[in-house]
């Protein structure tokens, strides 16, 4: 079965804890996203990957990080520094680089943190 | 920032009609695309369509653009109760940013 994988689905952190959500994709894509979803604000792109070792910031990447060791992994890890952490997060990939980018985006199935 | 906006926010009609979704959007675009997302769950990619072209069609769907107005439409056909979705569109500029969706609800 090819596809993307997040894991936990839930996920609950005390306040002051980094937490690290698993992202993984056997679909041999290039490019790897994170979005941030929030009731009625649609995703806001947190930060993509478009090849192995690097990594750029999207929209909203103060108070999170990731690394891209392998192109199968894209790991997200939201700090403590994120002020309002509590949200669905969406991992996708892509087939390209580049322009290829942003044809289209296979998501995995998401993992709802709350910041107890 | 938001680039695409959905209208209306939320719809509900009865199975066996259509239901047509709209997506305005403020700046010249590379592609637009749909996407869907069922409740508590990943977004799964309906349709793209490029600047260039104006009308496709895929199964029961059918995406129009009108690029001088900066719209697009979205239309379901003889919906379905399965198709009680969330419905995005994402605009393709220097990069991909989603609207902030049509809640659907079809009854049965």
């Known amino acids: 079965d090819g596809g993307i994988t997040q894991s936990p689905k839930y996920l609950f952190r005390k306040e002051g804890q980094n937490v690290t959500l698993s992202c993984e994709q056997n679909?041999?894509?290039?490019?790897m996203y994170w979005y941030r979803q929030d009731p009625g604000q649609g995703l806001r792109l947190i930060y993509y990957?478009?090849?192995?070792?690097?990594?750029q910031k999207g929209d909203i990447a103060e108070g999170y990080s990731v690394s891209r060791e392998k192109k199968e992994s894209f790991p997200l890890t939201v700090t403590s520094a994120q002020k309002n952490p509590t949200a669905f997060y969406l991992c996708?990939?892509?087939?390209?680089?580049?322009?290829?980018?942003?044809?289209?985006?296979?998501f995995g199935p998401g993992t709802r943190l709350t910041v107890l | 920032s938001q680039q695409g906006e959905e209208d209306p926010q939320a719809l509900s009609i009865q199975e066996g009609e259509n239901a047509t979704m709209n997506c305005s959007y403020k700046?010249?675009?590379?592609?637009l695309q749909w996407y869907r997302q069922n409740s508590g769950r990943g977004l799964v990619h309906l349709i793209l369509?490029?600047?260039?072209?104006r009308e496709k069609h895929s199964g029961r769907l059918r995406v129009t653009l009108d690029t001088s107005k900066k719209s697009s439409s979205l239309l379901i056909t003889a919906s379905r109760a399965a198709d009680t979705a969330s419905y995005f569109c994402?605009?393709?500029?220097?990069?991909?940013?989603f609207g902030t969706g049509t809640r659907l609800q079809v009854f049965p």
């Open positions: 994402a605009t393709v500029t220097d990069k991909l940013i």
């Open positions: 679909l041999n894509h290039d490019a």
């Open positions: 700046t010249s675009i590379n592609n």
């Open positions: 369509i490029r600047s260039n072209e």
């Open positions: 996708a990939s892509s087939i390209g680089s580049g322009t290829g980018m942003y044809n289209e985006q296979f």
């Open positions: 990957s478009q090849i192995v070792n690097d990594f």
